[in-house]
């Protein structure tokens, strides 16, 4: 069972628009929310990550927005470039304690975006 | 900066196969992964380790086995390779099994069982 659903599995922006992938999960022990980056060849890295204690969390030209009460959290990329055109992972850890699943993360699908320029 | 290195980019193996995949990692992180990569299906664990000798089965392990006998390296090893095996496998380490702290990643092994 998918922990968390990732949309859309591909998405087509043109050279300053904004790109937003969606991502939802049921499981409400989860309180840490990253995303990653993967470019092609590459492994994925962190891009950037949020906690549910805030709303919102903004690095340069990308934004995360997260709503707790519907249990959703998405990725905003501002003014979106070619450099951009990579897959993104929204992903969600739950609460780390001794007793729990140490610090494993459970992964969306994945988005391609690729934006034209 | 903190490096995750894979043996192998590419391999190409026989059905039946034994296979070996290792990870090492340089900074002396506690837990360590492996997922494997699919077109539409994103990440998908297969094992994990948060200490030397200990492993916990992710959400994939079946046709798979792990070995950590020291901190930095993590195997993963494929019994009897098969064709539905053929991926991308990641690995991945984090620093500290108490935290939700940044994951790692090699940049993967594309393994084709033939």
């Known amino acids: 069972q998918q922990q968390v659903k990732q949309s859309p599995q591909s998405l087509i922006v043109q050279k300053g628009g904004i790109s937003i992938i969606n991502c939802a999960y049921e499981n409400t022990a989860f309180d840490y929310f990253p995303w990653y980056q993967q470019f092609p060849g590459k492994g994925p890295a962190l891009l950037i990550a949020?906690?549910?204690?805030?709303s919102e969390k903004k690095e340069g030209r990308f934004t995360i927005s997260f709503n707790k009460s519907a249990k959703q959290f998405s990725l905003h990329i501002m003014d979106s470039q070619p450099g951009d055109s990579a897959t993104y992972f929204c992903?969600?850890?739950?609460?780390?304690?001794?007793?729990?699943?140490?610090?494993?993360?459970?992964f969306g699908r994945g988005t391609q975006l690729t934006v034209w320029p | 900066d903190v490096k995750v290195t894979q043996s192998s980019r590419y391999l190409v193996k026989r059905t039946g196969e034994k296979v070996f995949l290792e990870c090492v990692q340089d900074?002396?992180?506690?837990?360590m992964f492996w997922y494997r990569q699919d077109p539409g299906l994103g990440l998908r664990l297969i094992y994990f380790?948060?200490?030397?000798?200990?492993?916990e089965k992710g959400d994939i392990p079946e046709g798979y086995s792990v070995s950590r006998e020291k901190k930095e390296r993590f195997s993963l090893i494929l019994e009897s390779a098969s064709t539905n095996q053929t991926s991308m496998y990641l690995c991945?380490?984090?620093?500290?099994?108490?935290?939700?702290?940044?994951?790692?990643f090699g940049q993967g092994t594309r393994l084709t069982v033939v």
């Open positions: 380790s948060y200490d030397v000798k200990m492993k």
């Open positions: 991945a380490s984090s620093l500290h099994p108490a935290g939700n702290t940044e994951a790692f």
């Open positions: 949020i906690r549910p204690d805030v």
């Open positions: 900074m002396d992180h506690e837990n």
């Open positions: 992903a969600a850890a739950p609460r780390a304690d001794r007793g729990s699943t140490l610090g494993r993360l459970y």
